[in-house]
């Protein structure tokens, strides 16, 4: 990346520029290179830039970029934290498994992690951006992974977008395209089917991932006007987009998914923080409130939901006394829903407030109250990370750390007050039955279940199955 940077006409010396659009590259350019020659070379170029300190940032050599690489990637500033997370998202999928593995730490010779649950993301149609690799062969790459013979077990959750089902549906897609829900069926049913003159296994995923504050509610979008819909551009048009009834489309694309995930025992993720969409008012429609009249639905009977990246609690830490703010917080509205719902669960993923002292004072304190009000919340909680974000955080513990961050949540549970018992359910247990991974759900759905679909997917490559001994 650094070679770019100070090489950069290779790269742009074919691309037609305006002269004021090269100046302006020009003078960029070079305030990321004095920007980051400064980080080793504090006092370069200061007070102001001189001619020969642009000889100096011109003459540099592809031997001498490359140590400086070297030097701010080992860096343990914010620079250097900032620069390897960005190179996280550059790397193999398998080679991040492993690494994660890895940061879990071992018992013994064991690998502390029994089942890794990834989580592919679709949101490019919101986003107007559909130049990246598509939902099939990210579950491709993903269904290879989980059939390694050797490495951590990974069987993850595949994205859904009901913007991208609705166009679908209503013959707003580009040529070849393939139907979202059978993509989805795809990843997660075991099915043989000939391509060629080779059998394709299809399968190995576990659930499904919707993602809402990229602009839709988990329900009853058909109450949100038209005109409430303004991200992305198209949305309304009658000849791109979805034209009238957007809301409408979204609930009937939603409700084809719930209806085959309830009939099938697949678990579902959501996320419920609001963090990450393209407005504040899609951000919104994350509140895990709407869940509510989901989990209501009698279309639905045994619709497994995750209300993912619980626990910040927003409203409330910005206090000098958060506790008494921690009702007004989504965490509050998250606790009724998992206590009140048997199909119900909670993440307490890329909780980054737990790893610095001030903030996780506060953090504690409201999950407390929350203890203290839900008292039986220990049954429907789920340790996560979301490490490809939390990653980045200053404490966040290194590889081979002999506090890996497994520990770090356990000292937090424990500070909150959950005992050893309850700790154990929130770090393994709790998933175990969300997933539908345990042996009662294999007895009584049989292949119709999470371990069922699992044991025939390894059968079919020819793997043992033993392993999922474990949740037994």
Known sequence: MLRLIWFNWDVFSERPLSLTEGIALEVALEQIKLFLFQQIHEDFGKPDLTAEDREVLGGLTPFQVDAMADELYSR????????????????NRYELAEELDQLHGKVGQKSRVALMTPAIVDFSKWLEDEDQLSIEDQVDVMARIARRKDGPRVHGFVGFDPLR????????????ESDPMAVMRRAIEVNHNV?????????????????????????????????????????????????????????AALSKLYTWCSANNVPVMAHTSRSFGPTTAYEDRADPLFWTNVLKQAAFPRLRINLAHFGHFNNAVQYARPQSYVDKCWEWTTGKIITSSADAYADISSLGEILNVGPSRKIVEC??????????????????????????????????????????????????????AQIEGIMFRNAVR???????????????????????????????????????
């Open 76 to 91: 343990d500033d914010l620079l250097g934290r900032y620069i390897r997370w960005a190179l996280l998202y550059t790397r």
């Open 165 to 176: 089902q609705a166009l679908y549906d209503h013959h707003r897609r580009s040529p070849g």
């Open 195 to 251: 391509v060629g003159n080779s059998t394709k296994t299809t399968g190995g995923l576990v659930g499904v991932k919707l993602y809402p504050p990229m602009g839709f509610r988990p329900i009853d979008n058909k109450r949100l006007p038209d005109a409430n819909f303004n991200e992305p551009a198209y949305l309304r048009s009658p000849d791109t987009g979805l034209g009238s009834g957007i809301g409408s489309k979204l609930d």
């Open 367 to 420: 999950m407390k109250a929350f203890k203290e009000h839900f008292p039986d919340s220990h049954e429907r909680l789920l340790y996560g990370t979301d490490w490809s974000m939390i990653a980045q955080e200053e404490r966040f513990p290194k590889l081979f750390s002999t506090k890996p961050f497994p520990e770090v949540m356990i000292f937090f549970l424990r500070a909150v007050g959950y005992n050893d």
């Open 434 to 472: 969300f997933l539908g991974l345990g042996k009662a759900d294999r007895d009584r759905f049989g292949e119709n279940s999470t371990r069922g679909r699992l044991e025939k997917f390894y059968a079919a490559h020819g793997l043992s199955a033993d392993w999922m001994n474990v949740f037994d």
